[in-house]
């Protein structure tokens, strides 16, 4: 199967890990992968066993549904329960706790939610309920922001008045910049986000390399993408090169997806400032609907509450978000928190660092390290 066998061939990844381990030699490496698919690759394919122990991989905040704060969600609760809506989300945003439970349990006490495969499936429900008005919670980095500006544009086309969007859409360059500002993460390079690149190119990553001197390569997501990516990684590290690089060629154009960057910044504006899970506050992190299509802002439509809601103190998500620990390093990772009883958001996203560490049996560290012997 071509796209698939060839990127999971045990002999290239053998030859990869032995030259990575020639590479390292003895010195120390700490890499970040941005993006929760890659966490999820690398766990399920026990990757980071093949690696020397001297070559590190931490997690980072690439995770859309990881990043969104509770207060949001209860926003979306809020919005759930008004009269005359129906309120349409993705699947796995249905599961993410608010501080008054889910959208399950909003659907269950009466609340008119509904998922949905895309935003256009949202638009569709408005268009067939012209009575209702339909809400549809956007979220998601620059990968799925081009799907929402489409939508918008229809919607306005259509003549369509009774549908508005919960904009949730965040952007991948300040969270890294951010992890690199932080005091608690000492990092050699970066695993830059594949999806996302395909949208955005390689130029919004070249602070990385000149601002504050680590190298990144965009990688692929099969198991051989990440192991060639670590390698080009080393390899910039050993020729005393520090630049973006791009594994992924077979996906990612240097420019993007010129098209969706257009058609993004007719339907979309910056936020001047968006809370982030585990990160806080970021400036200008964020997306909003432009004002051009304000009749479409959910957030204009609705005096929504906004209340800013503390994370449960249990919960390490933000910690795990930065890298900064280990899903089982987490007090209650695998106990109280499992993906049938979610305390955080990284327990019940398919991207998420702790579903990948449940999921694939890494429940601690002694679990993970006789795993890797087996392997």
Request: proline share 7%; hydrophobic share 40%.
């Amino acid at each position: 199967m071509r796209f698939v066998d060839e990127f999971r061939d045990p002999a290239a990844a053998r030859a990869l890990v032995k030259s990575i381990t020639e590479l390292a030699g003895g010195d120390e490496f700490k890499f970040m992968e941005v993006c929760g698919g890659h966490t999820h690759t690398i766990y399920r394919h026990g990757i980071e066993h093949l690696l020397p122990e001297s070559v590190e991989l931490v997690h980072g905040p690439g995770c859309p549904v990881c990043v969104i704060p509770m207060g949001r969600i209860d926003d979306a609760m809020w919005l759930a329960d008004q009269p005359g809506v129906i309120f349409t989300t993705f699947g796995d945003m249905m599961r993410v706790p608010g501080s008054n439970g889910t959208l399950i349990a909003a659907k269950a006490r009466g609340a008119d939610v509904r998922f949905v495969y895309s935003p256009l499936d949202a638009l569709k429900v408005a268009v067939d309920n012209p009575d209702r008005h339909v809400v549809f919670f956007a979220v998601g980095f620059e990968t799925t922001a081009p799907s929402t500006a489409v939508t918008l544009v229809r919607a306005r086309a259509l003549g369509v008045t009774n549908f508005s969007v919960f904009c949730n859409h965040v952007t991948i360059v300040p969270p890294i910049k951010a992890i690199l500002e932080s005091p608690d993460l000492r990092l050699s390079g970066f695993l830059g986000p594949g999806h996302v690149s395909t949208v955005v190119g390689l130029r919004p990553y070249r602070f990385v390399p000149d601002v504050y001197g680590k190298p990144i390569v965009v990688a692929g997501f099969e198991p051989l993408d990440i192991l060639a990516s670590v390698h080009m990684l080393l390899q910039q590290i050993r020729e005393d090169r520090c630049e973006v690089e791009n594994q992924y060629t077979r996906v990612v154009r240097p420019e993007g997806n010129t098209q969706a960057l257009k058609l993004m910044a007719e339907t979309f504006e910056l936020r001047p400032h968006f809370e982030w899970r585990g990160l806080g506050f970021i400036s200008q992190s964020a997306l909003k609907i432009h004002r051009d299509y304000a009749q479409f802002d959910a957030e204009a439509t609705f005096e929504m509450p906004g209340v800013r809601v503390a994370d449960p103190k249990a919960c390490q998500c933000g910690e795990v978000l930065k890298g900064v620990i280990k899903p089982w390093e987490c007090k209650v990772f695998g106990t109280a928190c499992t993906p049938e009883t979610p305390i955080g958001t990284c327990m019940v996203s398919a991207e998420g660092a702790c579903a990948a560490y449940y999921n694939f049996g890494r429940l601690h560290r002694e679990t993970a390290l006789v795993l890797g012997r087996r392997g």
